[in-house]
């Protein structure tokens, strides 16, 4: 594999010239948290739209207060900060997803698919996730979107970390080291585009893409353990799973992990 490339603001701007999503970024070498900068900006309405990437972090969030564990120039940790949204943050999650998973999946040219609510998988194996945070200033909806995918990791980076979901790279799926400059361009105009959509498309597109729709599922909710068959997902609601003991439940995001999918 040839060696990876560093982000470079210049390319990226210049290929998202004129549009909402990426037309201004700011890369550090290092930081704590890409989300923790995105929010810094967000005083000002001339930010919508601003990318924050870093070639590490030392305190990535994940979902439920999990980690993301990010080693120099092996990923591709990217926060994006969204002004005055008229949107939920579960629907931006599933929106996001949905960008997320089509944009790997074309540029690696390989199958990604969806784990409600917020990872992405190749494979089976946790490639991606996202954590949306949500601040409302003077009834003004702001959202900053964190992605991180791993994409140059090795096999032996993943040995010692305490995941919960086996994690992969794209340079293990393919065999090769990508331009991370062109997926974060590929995730941005991705996103982009499926923040202009309706949620009927949205929602089509993530059973498309779901790894749990038609399959035998368990999670985990509210401290309890449930089991049945997914049978899709409700924008604002959350995922609909019927039962093994017969009756529908909608699970919600906030208080469910996807515990085992059969």
């Not at 964190?146 to 992969?168: M, Y």
């Not at 080291?177 to 062109?182: A, D, H, L, Y």
């Not at 995001?253 to 085992?260: D, K, L, N, P, V």
Request: net charge neutral.
């Amino acid at each position: 594999m040839t060696e990876p490339t560093i982000l470079d603001v210049d390319t990226i701007e210049a290929a998202r010239t004129g549009t909402r999503l990426g037309r201004r970024v700011v890369v550090f070498k290092s930081t704590d948290s890409t989300n923790d900068i995105a929010w810094q900006y967000a005083s000002n309405p001339a930010h919508d739209g601003l990318c924050v990437l870093a070639e590490s972090q030392h305190k990535g969030r994940g979902r439920r207060g999990r980690s993301w564990h990010s080693q120099p120039g092996q990923s591709i940790l990217a926060s994006i900060l969204l002004l005055n949204e008229d949107i939920d943050a579960e629907q931006l999650t599933l929106t996001t997803a949905v960008a997320a998973a089509e944009a790997i999946g074309k540029f690696a040219n390989i199958p990604a698919r969806i784990k409600w609510p917020n990872d992405i998988l190749i494979n089976g194996k946790k490639l991606a996730g996202i954590l949306v945070e949500k601040k409302t200033i003077v009834s003004r909806h702001n959202f900053v979107i964190g992605i991180g995918i791993n994409c140059h990791q090795s096999r032996e980076a993943f040995e010692n970390c305490d995941l919960k979901l086996p994690a992969t790279s794209v340079a293990i799926e393919t065999g090769q080291t990508i331009n991370r400059n062109q997926l974060v361009c590929e995730l941005l105009a991705s996103l982009e585009h499926w923040l202009s959509v309706d949620i009927e498309s949205i929602v089509h597109r993530w059973q498309q893409l779901s790894a749990l729709l038609g399959r035998q599922i368990t999670v985990e909710s509210n401290n309890q353990t449930y089991s049945g068959f997914c049978r899709g997902i409700d924008p604002a609601e959350g995922l609909i799973v019927q039962l093994n003991t017969g009756p529908v439940k909608i699970f919600p995001a906030g208080q469910t992990t996807i515990q085992s999918i059969d």
